[in-house]
């Protein structure tokens, strides 16, 4: 896992079509099990009938762990505790793949369930301070705070006494976990969320950037190029990193709550902060790419996106900048059991890679769950894709095994 800077540029050249390669982890029997799965994501109807069932058992709590677990739990999830997670982690790293464990429990609001979060974060950050196969550690500040706490502080609202000492807990939780990156030496990536709780985010990652980067990026913030005003944000923030002394870590992503967020601006009546379209987000991230690598003296960077021409361009970018493939400032990242005809190609072209590997009780990890289902059958495309590589790879498996016979 280690990079090596010194080492020739002298990898594989890359390609998205090895399926040999992008499946070589899956035995035929496990590649038969994700063509099922996929093959059943990939009907629409089916899609909107199983997320609305899940929705539905999550709201009346009627357990469904037995129908989830055995299916698209184990296409997504790592497993329900760090431990169980343990296997996927081994076999991802065989392939020089780290995981980034991700422990997927959302929507808590007492401070006990947020206790529990950071020490659930902090084992990671120690677990991954000894493990060369988890190269970073995750989190998300929702996590950590109640939703309705964030958006108060986003808007700079005036809050109550017992918000206020809500909001003193929130920094001193968020700041032991910083600390105990900084002194693992283990970086740390703080997810995107909604915009309008992300101001307040945005505040407690600059902060802690201002404080623990200043050798390396251990705080990575993440911009989501959907918005139109991020690409900005992060030139600004790259100005200022320079300016006052701190290096500048961030995981570079689309973004994932598109229809939430505009159909919140809609019924609240206030511009959409998301671009106008599609292609303009392209751009953006693309953009958002260049400026990283321009700035590479200064910049560690993850792309976290599933799209190839971005994966692509920014292979590209590396190459016309004399960057090795496996520059330690440049990681690609997917998230678990999507694009492994990504990643592991990737991986085998000697480029940096991780894997958002969630992990948490079946039913915490359902929203999750939903959300990548959804995303898939929204962004359409996506699943189809998955699918036709599984396809293929199946293909050329009777093939080979037929030329043998
Ligand atoms: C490792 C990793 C970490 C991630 N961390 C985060 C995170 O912290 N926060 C977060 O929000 N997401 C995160 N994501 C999710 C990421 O944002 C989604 O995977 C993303 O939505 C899909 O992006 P892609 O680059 O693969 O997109 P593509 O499939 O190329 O494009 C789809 C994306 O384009 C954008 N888009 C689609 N239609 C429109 C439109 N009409 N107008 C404007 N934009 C549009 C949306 O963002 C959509 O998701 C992460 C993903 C990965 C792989």
């Known amino acids: 896992m280690t990079p090596n800077p010194d080492q020739n540029n002298e990898f594989p050249p890359l390609s998205f079509r090895d399926f040999s390669t992008a499946f070589a982890h899956l035995s035929d029997t496990e590649l038969r099990f994700s063509y099922l799965i996929f093959g059943l994501m990939n009907r629409p109807w089916l899609t909107t009938?199983?997320?609305?069932?899940?929705?539905?058992?999550?709201?009346?709590?009627?357990?469904?762990?037995w129908a989830v677990k055995p299916t698209i739990?184990?296409?997504f999830c790592g497993g329900e505790t760090i431990f169980e997670s343990l296997n996927a982690v081994e076999k991802l790293g065989v392939n020089r793949i780290g995981a980034i464990l991700d422990y997927s429990v959302e929507g808590q609001d007492r401070e006990i369930e947020f206790g529990k979060t950071e020490t659930e974060i902090v084992r990671?950050?120690?677990?991954?301070?000894?493990?060369?196969?988890?190269?970073v550690a995750c989190i998300k500040v929702s996590g950590i705070a109640r939703n309705a706490l964030l958006e108060k502080l986003s808007g700079n609202q005036d809050l109550t006494m017992p918000e206020k000492r809500e909001a003193v807990n929130l920094q001193a939780r968020f700041e032991r976990i910083c600390q105990a990156a900084f002194d693992n030496n283990v970086p740390l990536y703080v997810d995107a969320e909604e915009s309008w709780i992300q101001d307040a985010i945005d505040r407690l990652v600059e902060s802690m950037m201002v404080r623990f980067n200043k050798e390396r990026a251990i705080i990575f913030?993440?911009?989501q190029l959907f918005r139109h005003d991020r690409l900005e944000y992060y030139q600004k923030l790259i100005e200022r990193g320079r300016r006052e002394g701190f290096k500048i870590g961030v995981k570079i992503v689309r973004g994932a709550y598109l229809d939430k967020e505009n159909n919140r601006a809609k019924e609240k009546g206030y511009p959409t902060p998301i671009n106008p379209n599609i292609e303009a987000t392209h751009k953006a991230y693309d953009a958002a790419l260049k400026l990283s690598v321009e700035n590479i003296d200064w910049v560690e960077i993850c792309a976290g996106t599933h799209n190839e021409e971005s994966t692509i361009y920014l292979t590209e970018l590396m190459a016309e900048h004399g960057l090795q493939n496996n520059h330690p400032h440049i990681y690609f990242s997917q998230l678990y059991g999507m694009s492994d005809y990504m990643s592991f190609n990737l991986a085998a072209?000697?480029?940096?890679?991780?894997k958002y590997l969630p992990y948490g009780p079946v039913r915490a990890t359902l929203p999750y769950l939903i959300r990548r289902a959804k995303e898939n059958t929204a962004i359409a495309g996506q699943m189809g894709k998955e699918f036709s590589m599984i396809v293929n790879e199946r293909k050329r498996r009777r093939q080979e095994s037929f030329e043998v016979e």
Do not use: C, D, M
């Not at 990671?124 to 190269?135: G, T, V």
């Open 49 to 65: 009938l199983g997320t609305t069932l899940a929705e539905w058992a999550l709201k009346w709590r009627i357990p469904i762990k």
């Open 73 to 75: 739990f184990r296409v």
């Open 124 to 135: 990671i950050i120690q677990l991954a301070a000894e493990n060369p196969n988890i190269p």
């Open 221 to 223: 913030q993440t911009i």
């Open 349 to 354: 072209s000697g480029y940096n890679v991780t």
